[in-house]
Protein backbone atom coordinates (compact mmCIF):
# COMPACT_ATOMS: atom_id res chain seq x y z
CA UNK A 1 0.00 0.00 0.00
CA UNK A 2 1.28 3.65 -0.30
CA UNK A 3 3.68 4.82 2.19
CA UNK A 4 2.19 5.08 5.58
CA UNK A 5 2.57 7.86 8.43
CA UNK A 6 1.34 7.27 11.74
CA UNK A 7 -0.72 10.44 12.78
CA UNK A 8 -0.50 11.29 16.74
CA UNK A 9 -3.80 13.09 17.15
CA UNK A 10 -4.57 15.04 19.97
CA UNK A 11 -7.13 13.27 21.92
CA UNK A 12 -9.65 15.91 21.68
CA UNK A 13 -9.51 15.04 17.71
CA UNK A 14 -10.78 11.65 19.10
CA UNK A 15 -13.21 12.51 21.37
CA UNK A 16 -15.08 14.62 18.87
CA UNK A 17 -14.33 12.52 16.29
CA UNK A 18 -16.15 9.45 18.50
CA UNK A 19 -19.36 11.94 19.83
CA UNK A 20 -19.43 14.75 16.99
CA UNK A 21 -20.67 17.89 18.46
CA UNK A 22 -23.17 19.62 16.26
CA UNK A 23 -23.37 16.99 13.38
CA UNK A 24 -26.12 16.90 10.66
CA UNK A 25 -28.07 18.39 8.16
CA UNK A 26 -29.97 21.68 9.76
CA UNK A 27 -32.98 22.23 7.91
CA UNK A 28 -34.31 25.61 9.20
CA UNK A 29 -30.92 26.55 8.60
CA UNK A 30 -30.60 30.79 7.51
CA UNK A 31 -27.56 29.55 5.45
CA UNK A 32 -25.35 26.55 3.91
CA UNK A 33 -22.28 26.63 2.62
CA UNK A 34 -19.91 23.78 1.66
CA UNK A 35 -15.81 23.43 1.05
CA UNK A 36 -13.45 21.05 -0.47
CA UNK A 37 -14.59 17.98 -2.85
CA UNK A 38 -15.03 14.47 -2.75
CA UNK A 39 -12.46 13.83 -4.88
CA UNK A 40 -9.83 14.82 -2.59
CA UNK A 41 -11.75 12.99 0.01
CA UNK A 42 -12.12 16.01 2.22
CA UNK A 43 -15.37 18.16 2.21
CA UNK A 44 -17.11 19.68 4.62
CA UNK A 45 -20.67 21.32 4.77
CA UNK A 46 -21.42 24.23 7.04
CA UNK A 47 -25.08 25.16 8.46
CA UNK A 48 -25.80 28.16 10.28
CA UNK A 49 -29.23 29.26 12.29
CA UNK A 50 -28.23 33.21 12.28
CA UNK A 51 -30.32 35.87 13.95
CA UNK A 52 -30.89 38.55 11.80
CA UNK A 53 -32.04 41.27 14.39
CA UNK A 54 -28.29 40.59 16.18
CA UNK A 55 -26.35 38.41 13.83
CA UNK A 56 -25.99 36.37 16.61
CA UNK A 57 -25.28 32.42 15.49
CA UNK A 58 -27.97 30.77 17.36
CA UNK A 59 -26.99 27.43 16.25
CA UNK A 60 -24.86 25.88 13.76
CA UNK A 61 -24.26 22.51 12.40
CA UNK A 62 -21.75 20.26 10.19
CA UNK A 63 -21.76 17.25 8.31
CA UNK A 64 -18.32 15.91 6.83
CA UNK A 65 -16.69 13.76 4.13
CA UNK A 66 -13.23 13.50 5.61
CA UNK A 67 -11.09 11.94 8.07
CA UNK A 68 -11.17 12.11 11.65
CA UNK A 69 -9.22 15.40 11.87
CA UNK A 70 -11.18 16.82 9.57
CA UNK A 71 -14.84 15.66 11.48
CA UNK A 72 -13.14 17.06 14.43
CA UNK A 73 -11.95 20.50 12.91
CA UNK A 74 -15.56 21.25 11.77
CA UNK A 75 -17.08 19.85 14.79
CA UNK A 76 -15.02 22.30 17.23
CA UNK A 77 -15.44 25.22 15.18
CA UNK A 78 -19.51 24.75 15.38
CA UNK A 79 -18.78 25.26 19.06
CA UNK A 80 -16.78 27.84 18.76
CA UNK A 81 -18.76 30.03 17.03
CA UNK A 82 -22.10 29.37 19.30
CA UNK A 83 -23.68 32.71 20.44
CA UNK A 84 -21.09 34.63 18.88
CA UNK A 85 -21.60 36.95 16.16
CA UNK A 86 -20.85 36.99 12.25
CA UNK A 87 -18.09 39.19 13.23
CA UNK A 88 -16.84 37.39 15.98
CA UNK A 89 -16.79 34.30 14.19
CA UNK A 90 -15.31 35.31 11.14
CA UNK A 91 -12.14 36.03 13.37
CA UNK A 92 -11.90 32.60 13.98
CA UNK A 93 -8.58 31.05 12.13
CA UNK A 94 -7.44 27.44 11.05
CA UNK A 95 -4.88 27.99 14.19
CA UNK A 96 -7.58 28.83 16.78
CA UNK A 97 -9.67 25.59 15.53
CA UNK A 98 -6.06 23.65 15.49
CA UNK A 99 -5.14 25.17 18.86
CA UNK A 100 -8.60 24.02 20.72
CA UNK A 101 -8.16 20.80 19.09
CA UNK A 102 -4.69 20.27 20.74
CA UNK A 103 -2.46 20.67 17.70
CA UNK A 104 -2.94 19.01 14.18
CA UNK A 105 -0.40 16.81 12.84
CA UNK A 106 0.97 19.26 10.03
CA UNK A 107 -0.52 16.76 7.48
CA UNK A 108 -3.60 17.78 8.58
CA UNK A 109 -3.50 21.36 9.09
CA UNK A 110 -5.17 21.79 5.99
CA UNK A 111 -8.12 20.44 7.70
CA UNK A 112 -8.48 23.26 9.90
CA UNK A 113 -8.08 25.62 6.89
CA UNK A 114 -10.91 23.77 5.22
CA UNK A 115 -13.30 24.23 8.05
CA UNK A 116 -12.71 27.67 8.20
CA UNK A 117 -13.38 28.46 4.38
CA UNK A 118 -16.40 26.35 4.66
CA UNK A 119 -17.85 28.89 7.59
CA UNK A 120 -16.92 32.05 5.76
CA UNK A 121 -18.30 31.25 2.57
CA UNK A 122 -21.14 30.91 4.52
CA UNK A 123 -21.22 33.99 6.09
CA UNK A 124 -20.24 35.72 2.74
CA UNK A 125 -23.24 33.74 1.37
CA UNK A 126 -25.52 35.60 4.24
CA UNK A 127 -24.65 38.72 3.28
CA UNK A 128 -24.84 38.37 -0.52
CA UNK A 129 -27.76 36.62 -1.03
CA UNK A 130 -29.93 37.05 2.43
CA UNK A 131 -28.57 40.64 3.26
CA UNK A 132 -28.06 41.83 -0.11
CA UNK A 133 -25.45 43.99 1.89
CA UNK A 134 -21.62 43.81 2.77
CA UNK A 135 -20.77 45.07 6.03
CA UNK A 136 -17.49 47.65 6.65
CA UNK A 137 -15.66 44.33 8.59
CA UNK A 138 -15.71 41.74 6.03
CA UNK A 139 -12.83 42.23 3.74
CA UNK A 140 -13.84 42.50 -0.14
CA UNK A 141 -11.02 39.93 -1.31
CA UNK A 142 -10.63 36.34 -0.52
CA UNK A 143 -8.83 35.10 2.73
CA UNK A 144 -6.22 32.57 2.87
CA UNK A 145 -8.81 29.99 4.15
CA UNK A 146 -10.99 30.67 1.49
CA UNK A 147 -8.53 30.72 -0.77
CA UNK A 148 -7.25 27.28 0.57
CA UNK A 149 -10.43 25.69 0.06
CA UNK A 150 -10.31 27.11 -3.77
CA UNK A 151 -7.48 25.40 -4.05
CA UNK A 152 -8.09 22.18 -2.72
CA UNK A 153 -11.28 22.43 -5.33
CA UNK A 154 -8.59 23.13 -8.59
CA UNK A 155 -7.03 20.06 -7.16
CA UNK A 156 -10.08 18.69 -7.15
CA UNK A 157 -10.18 19.03 -11.02
CA UNK A 158 -6.59 18.29 -11.81
CA UNK A 159 -7.27 14.62 -10.33
CA UNK A 160 -10.38 14.25 -12.11
CA UNK A 161 -8.69 15.48 -15.38
CA UNK A 162 -5.53 13.35 -14.38
CA UNK A 163 -7.47 10.15 -14.01
CA UNK A 164 -9.86 11.24 -17.36
CA UNK A 165 -13.14 11.07 -15.33
CA UNK B 1 3.16 17.31 19.80
CA UNK B 2 0.27 15.83 21.92
CA UNK B 3 1.24 13.44 24.01
CA UNK B 4 0.17 9.55 22.87
CA UNK B 5 -0.57 8.16 25.88
CA UNK B 6 -3.25 10.65 26.12
CA UNK B 7 -4.71 9.98 22.92
CA UNK B 8 -4.63 5.56 23.38
CA UNK B 9 -6.35 6.93 26.40
CA UNK B 10 -8.81 8.42 24.98
CA UNK B 11 -8.84 5.73 22.27
CA UNK B 12 -9.57 2.80 24.74
CA UNK B 13 -9.23 -0.74 24.13
CA UNK B 14 -12.06 -2.80 22.35
CA UNK B 15 -12.91 -6.47 24.40
CA UNK B 16 -11.86 -7.88 21.18
CA UNK B 17 -9.09 -7.24 18.97
CA UNK B 18 -8.70 -8.40 14.67
CA UNK B 19 -6.02 -8.05 13.36
CA UNK B 20 -6.05 -7.67 9.53
CA UNK B 21 -2.94 -5.00 8.62
CA UNK B 22 -0.73 -7.75 7.94
CA UNK B 23 0.28 -5.24 4.74
CA UNK B 24 1.96 -2.88 7.26
CA UNK B 25 2.97 -4.85 9.81
CA UNK B 26 3.27 -8.50 11.20
CA UNK B 27 4.05 -10.19 14.30
CA UNK B 28 5.82 -13.67 14.62
CA UNK B 29 4.97 -16.45 16.50
CA UNK B 30 6.11 -17.84 19.28
CA UNK B 31 7.96 -20.61 17.56
CA UNK B 32 9.73 -18.44 15.71
CA UNK B 33 10.81 -16.27 18.74
CA UNK B 34 12.15 -19.59 20.24
CA UNK B 35 14.67 -20.46 16.91
CA UNK B 36 15.81 -16.87 17.18
CA UNK B 37 16.71 -17.33 20.74
CA UNK B 38 19.57 -19.30 20.92
CA UNK B 39 21.43 -17.07 17.81
CA UNK B 40 21.15 -13.99 20.50
CA UNK B 41 22.16 -16.05 23.58
CA UNK B 42 24.41 -18.94 22.77
CA UNK B 43 25.12 -20.16 19.42
CA UNK B 44 26.43 -18.69 15.95
CA UNK B 45 26.10 -15.67 16.70
CA UNK B 46 29.68 -14.81 15.04
CA UNK B 47 30.44 -13.31 11.79
CA UNK B 48 30.09 -16.09 8.97
CA UNK B 49 32.94 -14.03 7.16
CA UNK B 50 35.07 -13.75 9.89
CA UNK B 51 37.81 -17.39 10.15
CA UNK B 52 37.68 -18.82 13.52
CA UNK B 53 35.80 -21.54 14.80
CA UNK B 54 32.52 -19.01 15.77
CA UNK B 55 32.61 -17.69 12.50
CA UNK B 56 32.86 -21.02 10.74
CA UNK B 57 30.10 -22.55 12.88
CA UNK B 58 28.16 -19.12 11.53
CA UNK B 59 28.81 -20.11 8.15
CA UNK B 60 27.88 -23.36 8.57
CA UNK B 61 24.33 -22.29 9.98
CA UNK B 62 24.63 -19.68 6.86
CA UNK B 63 24.62 -23.02 4.61
CA UNK B 64 22.01 -24.79 6.16
CA UNK B 65 19.40 -21.91 7.05
CA UNK B 66 19.70 -20.86 3.14
CA UNK B 67 19.14 -24.17 2.20
CA UNK B 68 15.56 -24.10 3.39
CA UNK B 69 14.97 -20.85 1.92
CA UNK B 70 15.75 -22.40 -1.38
CA UNK B 71 13.90 -25.25 -0.85
CA UNK B 72 10.04 -24.24 -1.72
CA UNK B 73 11.38 -21.65 -4.29
CA UNK B 74 13.34 -24.90 -5.68
CA UNK B 75 16.94 -23.00 -6.52
CA UNK B 76 20.00 -23.89 -5.43
CA UNK B 77 21.17 -21.81 -2.28
CA UNK B 78 23.52 -20.06 -3.89
CA UNK B 79 21.43 -18.22 -5.99
CA UNK B 80 19.88 -16.66 -2.90
CA UNK B 81 21.69 -13.54 -1.44
CA UNK B 82 20.20 -11.85 1.78
CA UNK B 83 18.90 -8.68 2.37
CA UNK B 84 17.51 -6.03 4.93
CA UNK B 85 13.87 -6.04 3.52
CA UNK B 86 11.84 -6.59 0.20
CA UNK B 87 12.49 -2.84 -0.36
CA UNK B 88 16.40 -3.08 -0.92
CA UNK B 89 15.71 -6.49 -2.62
CA UNK B 90 13.47 -4.48 -5.45
CA UNK B 91 16.06 -1.88 -5.24
CA UNK B 92 19.17 -3.84 -5.74
CA UNK B 93 17.55 -5.78 -8.46
CA UNK B 94 16.94 -2.66 -10.58
CA UNK B 95 20.02 -0.71 -9.72
CA UNK B 96 22.32 -3.47 -9.28
CA UNK B 97 21.25 -4.95 -12.57
CA UNK B 98 21.58 -1.75 -14.10
CA UNK B 99 25.07 -0.94 -13.06
CA UNK B 100 26.29 -4.42 -14.65
CA UNK B 101 24.49 -3.68 -17.88
CA UNK B 102 24.99 -0.08 -18.80
CA UNK B 103 24.65 -0.77 -22.80
CA UNK B 104 20.85 -0.60 -22.48
CA UNK B 105 18.98 1.79 -20.71
CA UNK B 106 15.13 0.94 -20.88
CA UNK B 107 13.11 -0.60 -17.82
CA UNK B 108 9.44 -1.75 -18.38
CA UNK B 109 7.43 -1.90 -15.15
CA UNK B 110 3.92 -1.85 -14.57
CA UNK B 111 1.58 1.15 -13.09
CA UNK B 112 0.16 -1.13 -9.74
CA UNK B 113 3.81 -2.57 -8.79
CA UNK B 114 4.95 -1.48 -5.07
CA UNK B 115 6.39 1.56 -4.71
CA UNK B 116 10.03 -0.03 -4.06
CA UNK B 117 9.77 -0.72 -7.76
CA UNK B 118 8.11 2.38 -9.91
CA UNK B 119 10.42 4.30 -7.52
CA UNK B 120 13.41 2.74 -7.96
CA UNK B 121 13.03 2.84 -11.42
CA UNK B 122 12.06 6.43 -11.51
CA UNK B 123 14.96 7.06 -10.14
CA UNK B 124 16.88 6.36 -12.74
CA UNK B 125 15.70 8.40 -15.49
CA UNK B 126 18.65 10.98 -13.85
CA UNK B 127 20.98 8.93 -15.20
CA UNK B 128 19.07 8.99 -18.98
CA UNK B 129 17.34 5.58 -18.17
CA UNK B 130 13.77 5.39 -19.96
CA UNK B 131 11.02 3.89 -18.15
CA UNK B 132 7.70 2.65 -19.28
CA UNK B 133 4.89 1.91 -17.27
CA UNK B 134 2.68 -0.86 -18.64
CA UNK B 135 -0.95 -0.17 -17.56
CA UNK B 136 -3.72 -2.89 -15.96
CA UNK B 137 -6.91 -3.79 -16.67
CA UNK B 138 -9.96 -2.89 -14.08
CA UNK B 139 -8.62 -5.92 -12.42
CA UNK B 140 -5.80 -4.95 -11.89
CA UNK B 141 -4.06 -7.53 -14.71
CA UNK B 142 -1.06 -6.28 -16.45
CA UNK B 143 -1.38 -5.72 -20.20
CA UNK B 144 1.02 -8.07 -21.94
CA UNK B 145 -0.12 -6.92 -25.23
CA UNK B 146 1.15 -3.46 -24.63
CA UNK B 147 4.64 -5.48 -22.65
CA UNK B 148 4.90 -6.90 -26.58
CA UNK B 149 4.70 -3.66 -28.37
CA UNK B 150 7.41 -2.29 -25.57
CA UNK B 151 10.12 -4.25 -25.97
CA UNK B 152 13.01 -3.46 -28.26
CA UNK B 153 17.09 -3.36 -28.64
CA UNK B 154 17.37 -0.77 -25.64
CA UNK B 155 15.40 -2.94 -23.05
CA UNK B 156 17.40 -4.12 -19.99
CA UNK B 157 15.10 -5.40 -17.68
CA UNK B 158 11.25 -6.02 -17.47
CA UNK B 159 9.89 -6.30 -13.67
CA UNK B 160 6.32 -7.26 -12.78
CA UNK B 161 4.95 -8.32 -9.43
CA UNK B 162 3.78 -11.80 -9.48
CA UNK B 163 0.77 -10.92 -6.94
CA UNK B 164 -0.43 -7.14 -6.51
CA UNK B 165 0.12 -6.39 -2.71
CA UNK B 166 -2.85 -4.43 -2.55
CA UNK B 167 -5.85 -5.73 -4.72
CA UNK B 168 -4.28 -9.31 -4.36
CA UNK B 169 -4.41 -9.86 -8.19
CA UNK B 170 -2.34 -12.78 -9.41
CA UNK B 171 -0.44 -11.14 -12.37
CA UNK B 172 0.66 -13.15 -15.66
CA UNK B 173 3.81 -13.60 -14.82
CA UNK B 174 4.79 -16.83 -16.62
CA UNK B 175 2.90 -15.25 -20.58
CA UNK B 176 5.00 -12.13 -19.86
CA UNK B 177 8.08 -14.06 -19.44
CA UNK B 178 7.62 -15.79 -22.48
CA UNK B 179 7.07 -12.86 -24.47
CA UNK B 180 10.25 -11.32 -23.12
CA UNK B 181 12.30 -14.32 -23.79
CA UNK B 182 10.64 -14.91 -27.00
CA UNK B 183 11.75 -11.24 -27.95
CA UNK B 184 15.30 -11.21 -26.87
CA UNK B 185 16.71 -13.92 -23.98
CA UNK B 186 19.07 -10.71 -23.36
CA UNK B 187 16.31 -9.16 -21.58
CA UNK B 188 16.32 -9.32 -17.91
CA UNK B 189 13.22 -10.06 -16.09
CA UNK B 190 12.50 -9.39 -12.36
CA UNK B 191 9.61 -10.44 -10.50
CA UNK B 192 8.66 -9.04 -7.05
CA UNK B 193 7.31 -12.21 -5.48
CA UNK B 194 7.10 -10.93 -2.05
CA UNK B 195 3.27 -11.08 -2.12
CA UNK B 196 3.44 -14.23 -3.46
CA UNK B 197 5.80 -15.97 -1.56
CA UNK B 198 3.83 -18.71 0.79
CA UNK B 199 0.89 -17.92 -1.09
CA UNK B 200 0.92 -19.49 -4.32
CA UNK B 201 3.27 -22.23 -5.34
CA UNK B 202 6.89 -20.24 -6.61
CA UNK B 203 8.99 -23.41 -8.30
CA UNK B 204 11.63 -20.92 -10.15
CA UNK B 205 13.30 -23.76 -11.69
CA UNK B 206 10.44 -24.03 -14.28
CA UNK B 207 9.15 -20.32 -13.98
CA UNK B 208 12.96 -19.07 -15.17
CA UNK B 209 12.91 -15.60 -13.80
CA UNK B 210 16.29 -13.87 -13.48
CA UNK B 211 15.48 -12.34 -10.53
CA UNK B 212 12.60 -12.59 -7.28
CA UNK B 213 12.44 -10.78 -4.60
CA UNK B 214 10.91 -12.47 -1.36
CA UNK B 215 10.66 -11.17 2.18
CA UNK B 216 10.97 -12.69 6.08
CA UNK B 217 8.04 -10.40 7.33
CA UNK B 218 5.02 -11.39 5.02
CA UNK B 219 5.17 -15.06 6.02
CA UNK B 220 5.26 -13.89 10.15
CA UNK B 221 8.80 -13.95 10.09
CA UNK B 222 11.13 -11.69 11.53
CA UNK B 223 11.15 -8.02 10.01
CA UNK B 224 14.73 -6.89 8.87
CA UNK B 225 15.48 -9.60 6.44
CA UNK B 226 14.39 -10.74 2.82
CA UNK B 227 15.74 -12.54 0.20
CA UNK B 228 16.64 -11.77 -3.67
CA UNK B 229 16.86 -15.01 -6.05
CA UNK B 230 19.61 -14.50 -8.51
CA UNK B 231 19.86 -16.80 -11.32
CA UNK B 232 22.98 -18.65 -11.87
CA UNK B 233 24.85 -16.50 -14.11
CA UNK B 234 23.71 -13.02 -13.82
CA UNK B 235 25.94 -10.31 -12.25
CA UNK B 236 24.55 -7.49 -9.95
CA UNK B 237 26.63 -4.81 -8.30
CA UNK B 238 25.94 -4.21 -5.16
CA UNK B 239 23.93 -0.79 -4.42
CA UNK B 240 25.95 0.50 -1.57
CA UNK B 241 28.99 0.26 0.15
CA UNK B 242 30.39 -1.70 3.16
CA UNK B 243 32.65 -4.31 4.97
CA UNK B 244 34.29 -7.50 4.02
CA UNK B 245 30.61 -9.78 4.70
CA UNK B 246 29.57 -13.01 3.11
CA UNK B 247 26.29 -11.32 2.11
CA UNK B 248 28.40 -9.42 -0.50
CA UNK B 249 25.35 -7.70 -2.04
CA UNK B 250 24.15 -6.34 0.93
CA UNK B 251 27.38 -5.80 2.84
CA UNK B 252 26.71 -5.46 6.42
CA UNK B 253 27.47 -7.41 9.88
CA UNK B 254 25.43 -10.39 9.05
CA UNK B 255 22.53 -11.02 11.81
CA UNK B 256 21.80 -15.21 12.26
CA UNK B 257 19.20 -14.76 14.15
CA UNK B 258 16.93 -12.91 12.02
CA UNK B 259 17.90 -15.92 9.55
CA UNK B 260 16.76 -18.41 11.78
CA UNK B 261 13.30 -16.57 12.11
CA UNK B 262 13.30 -16.22 8.55
CA UNK B 263 14.32 -20.07 8.13
CA UNK B 264 11.81 -21.10 10.98
CA UNK B 265 8.93 -19.32 9.56
CA UNK B 266 9.65 -20.52 5.88
CA UNK B 267 9.32 -24.05 7.30
CA UNK B 268 5.94 -23.42 8.78
CA UNK B 269 4.49 -21.85 5.97
CA UNK B 270 5.45 -24.36 3.88
CA UNK B 271 5.13 -27.46 5.79
CA UNK B 272 1.03 -26.43 5.89
CA UNK B 273 1.18 -24.71 2.62
CA UNK B 274 -2.18 -26.28 1.27
CA UNK B 275 -4.36 -25.97 4.28
CA UNK B 276 -3.09 -22.23 4.87
CA UNK B 277 -4.14 -21.55 1.53
CA UNK B 278 -7.83 -23.48 2.21
CA UNK B 279 -7.69 -21.49 5.32
CA UNK B 280 -7.27 -17.74 3.69
CA UNK B 281 -9.44 -18.46 1.23
CA UNK B 282 -12.37 -19.42 3.47
CA UNK B 283 -11.84 -16.28 5.31
CA UNK B 284 -11.10 -14.26 2.63
CA UNK B 285 -14.14 -15.18 1.00
CA UNK B 286 -16.44 -15.17 3.77
CA UNK B 287 -15.27 -11.61 4.91
CA UNK B 288 -15.17 -10.29 1.29
CA UNK B 289 -18.46 -11.43 0.33
CA UNK B 290 -19.98 -10.98 3.66
CA UNK B 291 -19.28 -7.60 3.60
CA UNK B 292 -20.29 -7.34 0.09
CA UNK B 293 -23.86 -8.84 0.85
CA UNK B 294 -24.65 -7.10 3.82
CA UNK B 295 -23.39 -3.27 3.38
CA UNK B 296 -24.90 -1.62 0.51
CA UNK B 297 -22.80 0.60 -1.83
CA UNK B 298 -20.03 -1.63 -1.87
CA UNK B 299 -17.63 -2.67 -4.28
CA UNK B 300 -14.70 -5.11 -4.17
CA UNK B 301 -11.69 -4.08 -5.74
CA UNK B 302 -9.45 -6.58 -7.56
CA UNK B 303 -10.60 -9.80 -9.06
CA UNK B 304 -12.50 -12.82 -7.91
CA UNK B 305 -11.66 -16.28 -7.61
CA UNK B 306 -8.56 -17.85 -8.57
CA UNK B 307 -7.00 -15.15 -10.03
CA UNK B 308 -7.34 -13.37 -6.71
CA UNK B 309 -4.34 -13.89 -3.77
CA UNK B 310 -5.73 -16.25 -1.27
CA UNK B 311 -5.76 -13.79 1.89
CA UNK B 312 -6.25 -10.15 0.53
CA UNK B 313 -9.70 -8.74 0.82
CA UNK B 314 -9.87 -4.81 -0.52
CA UNK B 315 -13.35 -3.06 -0.49
CA UNK B 316 -14.38 -0.05 -1.26
CA UNK B 317 -17.39 1.40 1.01
CA UNK B 318 -18.66 4.57 -0.88
CA UNK B 319 -19.96 7.56 1.17
CA UNK B 320 -17.04 6.51 3.69
CA UNK B 321 -14.12 8.51 3.97
CA UNK B 322 -11.26 5.76 4.40
CA UNK B 323 -9.12 7.44 7.04
CA UNK B 324 -11.98 8.17 9.31
CA UNK B 325 -13.43 4.13 8.39
CA UNK B 326 -9.48 2.65 9.84
CA UNK B 327 -9.89 4.67 13.07
CA UNK B 328 -13.42 4.20 13.86
CA UNK B 329 -12.58 -0.09 12.96
CA UNK B 330 -9.53 0.48 15.81
CA UNK B 331 -12.23 1.76 18.28
CA UNK B 332 -13.86 -1.22 17.42
CA UNK B 333 -10.56 -3.32 17.68
CA UNK B 334 -10.92 -3.79 14.19
CA UNK B 335 -7.05 -2.99 12.57
CA UNK B 336 -6.89 -2.72 8.66
CA UNK B 337 -5.49 0.25 6.06
CA UNK B 338 -7.04 2.29 3.18
CA UNK B 339 -6.03 3.25 0.29
CA UNK B 340 -7.23 7.27 1.20
CA UNK B 341 -5.32 9.80 0.43
CA UNK B 342 -5.46 11.20 4.12
CA UNK B 343 -4.01 8.20 5.25
CA UNK B 344 -0.68 9.11 2.84
CA UNK B 345 2.02 11.39 3.15
CA UNK B 346 1.21 13.03 -0.02
CA UNK B 347 -2.61 13.51 0.35
CA UNK B 348 -3.34 11.83 -2.88
CA UNK B 349 -5.52 8.17 -3.11
CA UNK B 350 -3.80 5.07 -3.55
CA UNK B 351 -1.77 4.60 -6.87
CA UNK B 352 -3.25 1.25 -7.68
CA UNK B 353 -6.89 2.07 -6.83
CA UNK B 354 -6.43 5.02 -9.33
CA UNK B 355 -4.77 2.71 -12.64
CA UNK B 356 -7.72 0.44 -11.88
CA UNK B 357 -9.73 2.89 -12.59
CA UNK B 358 -11.42 3.72 -9.26
CA UNK B 359 -12.50 7.50 -8.98
CA UNK B 360 -10.89 9.26 -5.95
CA UNK B 361 -13.53 9.08 -3.96
CA UNK B 362 -14.03 5.13 -4.44
CA UNK B 363 -10.24 5.16 -3.41
CA UNK B 364 -10.96 6.95 -0.67
CA UNK B 365 -13.54 4.93 0.84
CA UNK B 366 -11.47 1.75 0.40
CA UNK B 367 -10.16 -0.81 3.11
CA UNK B 368 -7.41 -3.18 3.06
CA UNK B 369 -7.82 -6.38 4.43
CA UNK B 370 -5.18 -9.15 4.46
CA UNK B 371 -5.80 -12.50 6.34
CA UNK B 372 -3.22 -15.42 7.28
CA UNK B 373 -2.94 -18.37 9.73
CA UNK B 374 -3.15 -17.01 12.32
CA UNK B 375 -6.67 -15.20 11.92
CA UNK B 376 -9.68 -17.56 12.94
CA UNK B 377 -13.58 -17.91 11.33
CA UNK B 378 -14.46 -16.59 15.16
CA UNK B 379 -12.84 -13.16 14.15
CA UNK B 380 -14.35 -12.49 10.83
CA UNK B 381 -17.27 -13.41 12.32
CA UNK B 382 -16.28 -10.40 14.44
CA UNK B 383 -15.40 -8.14 11.90
CA UNK B 384 -19.06 -9.04 10.09
CA UNK B 385 -20.94 -8.10 13.00
CA UNK B 386 -18.92 -4.94 13.40
CA UNK B 387 -18.55 -3.35 10.08
CA UNK B 388 -21.98 -2.48 9.47
CA UNK B 389 -22.23 -0.21 11.95
CA UNK B 390 -18.91 1.04 11.62
CA UNK B 391 -20.09 1.68 7.96
CA UNK B 392 -22.96 3.64 9.27
CA UNK B 393 -21.97 5.57 11.34
CA UNK B 394 -19.53 7.14 8.99
CA UNK B 395 -22.11 7.56 6.48
CA UNK B 396 -24.02 9.64 9.26
CA UNK B 397 -21.31 11.96 9.53
CA UNK B 398 -20.94 12.19 5.36
CA UNK B 399 -25.11 12.83 5.74
CA UNK B 400 -25.98 14.65 2.57
CA UNK B 401 -22.68 15.04 0.93
CA UNK B 402 -22.90 13.94 -2.41
CA UNK B 403 -20.28 11.59 -3.26
Not at chain 1, 93 to 108: H, I, N, Q, R
Not at chain 1, 149 to 165: Q, S, V
Not at chain 2, 94 to 122: C, D, F, P, Q, W
Not at chain 2, 224 to 237: D, R, S, V
Request: glycine share 6%.
Amino acid sequence: MSSRIPLPYAPRVLELFQNPQNLGRMENATITSSAGSPACGDMIAFYLLIDEKSEVITKSSFESYGCASNIAAASQLTIMIENKTLEEAWDFTWADVSEALGGLPSVKTHCGSLAVGALRRAIRAYYKEIKNSKPEWLPTDLSKDEKHALEEEALADKLKKKYKL
Amino acid sequence: MSNVEDLLKQHGKAIKEVYLDWENGTRIEEEVLEAMKPFYLEKQFGNPAITHRVGWETYDFYVKAKTTLAKPLNVQPQSIALTHSFTESNNLAIKGLAKMNKKRKKIIVSEVEHLSVIHTAKSMFSDDYKVVILPVSNDGTVNVDMLQEELDSETLLVSLQSINHEIGTIQPVREALEIVKDFDEKIFFHTDATSAFGRIPLDLSNLDVDLASFSSNRILGPKGIAGLYIKEGIKLKSIYEGQLSVETLSPDVENPALLAGFAKAVELQFKQFEEIREHTIKLRDKLMYGLHTSIERTDINGPAGNRRAPDNVNISFLGCEGEALTVDSSMNGIYASSGSACTSRVLMPSHILTAIGRKPEEAHGSLLMKVNRLNTEEEIDYVLEKMPKIIERIRSITGGIQI
